[in-house]
């Protein structure tokens, strides 16, 4: 994925149909922190390169750090983001600030190896399997637009589906 966000919207998704069992930002913390790598990579030597943070190793390393220390940052983002909601805001937007260790987990490994499975789709230097598999042959096991439309449409998915579960929690 050229743009973060995108990674997000399967995120969204599995918070919708599992909120109690996934912790949505730290799913979205550990895409960030996977992407880290090609945005310093891009930055220090110019090449948007995928290395060791787009395998399973690295990624699930990755994820282990949107558990901890990432699920107290998490938690804080949470709290500051209800704190500037009003009373009326906070009925829909307001969430749940605690997460819990397994929620973190479940989430954050989530994010880390669907990160890879959609990477590896759009880039081919995205390893997966290192060092098992030193190259990627499933380079374009699905075209970017795909790819982008997918993404799209789990986040539409998600936020129709947590918008159907507000109204029923509220009738
Ligand atoms: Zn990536």
Not at 14 to 33: C, D, E, H, M, Y
Not at 69 to 97: D, H, T, V, Y
Not at 122 to 129: A, K
Request: proline share 8%; aromatic share 12%; with cysteine.
């Amino acid at each position: 994925m050229p743009i973060t966000p995108f990674h997000f919207g399967p995120g969204a998704f599995l918070k919708a149909i599992a909120p109690r069992q996934v912790s949505w930002t730290a799913f979205a913390l550990a895409n960030g922190l996977i992407d880290l790598e090609p945005i310093l990579l891009f930055l220090f030597t110019g090449e948007p390169a995928h290395r060791f943070f787009h395998t399973l190793p690295g990624a699930t390393l990755a994820a282990l750090a949107a558990v901890w220390p990432g699920r107290i940052a998490c938690a804080s983002w949470l709290r500051f983001w209800n704190r500037q909601l009003s009373p009326a805001q906070a009925r829909w937007l307001g969430c749940e600030p605690s997460i819990n260790t397994r929620q973190a987990l479940v989430g954050a490994l989530l994010g880390a190896w669907s990160h890879l499975i959609l990477d590896m789709a759009m880039h081919v230097d995205v390893r997966p399997l290192w060092p098992a598999i030193g190259t990627n042959p499933w380079h374009g096991w699905m075209s970017v637009d795909g790819l982008h439309v997918l993404c799209t449409a789990a986040a539409l998915a998600g936020l129709a589906l947590w918008g159907a579960l507000k109204l029923v929690k509220r009738s």
